[in-house]
């Protein structure tokens, strides 16, 4: 239970910021393309994108990325000339059961 724990304590410091946030749900989204105009690179967001899409420089979204991949809410794999990102859907259902039974113990 205790490495459970550790686990989400991760996630929801990784959570803990704006632009991890709108990393993750960029992340998310699908449909996203390619900048350089190629069809979509789903399922995943190109980490090209997700540089030009946020404003932030490369350096402070490998920080970013490497906090959401510790974290295992995120992967990545190569493709070609791109990175993409990927959405680790178990930690996401992991963290909603974890959320979940909280909720329960307060009979909210």
């Known amino acids: 239970m205790k490495n459970n724990k550790n686990k989400i304590t ?4 990784a959570l803990s910021d704006a ?5 993750l749900e960029e992340t998310c989204a ?12 789903v399922p995943g967001s190109c980490v090209k994108n997700i540089t030009e899409d946020s404003g932030l420089s490369k350096s402070t979204i ?10 295992d809410l995120i992967s990545t794999k190569k493709e070609g000339k791109y990175v993409l ?11 909603i059961k974890y959320i979940n039974s909280i909720k329960k113990r307060t009979n909210l």
């Open 10 to 13: 991760k996630v929801f410091k």
């Open 19 to 23: 632009n991890r946030l709108s990393i």
């Open 30 to 41: 699908i449909g996203n393309k390619c900048s350089a105009g190629e069809e979509s690179c």
């Open 62 to 71: 490998s920080h970013h990325l490497k906090t959401l991949i510790d974290a």
């Open 85 to 95: 990102c990927e959405v680790n859907e178990d930690m996401l259902d992991e963290l």
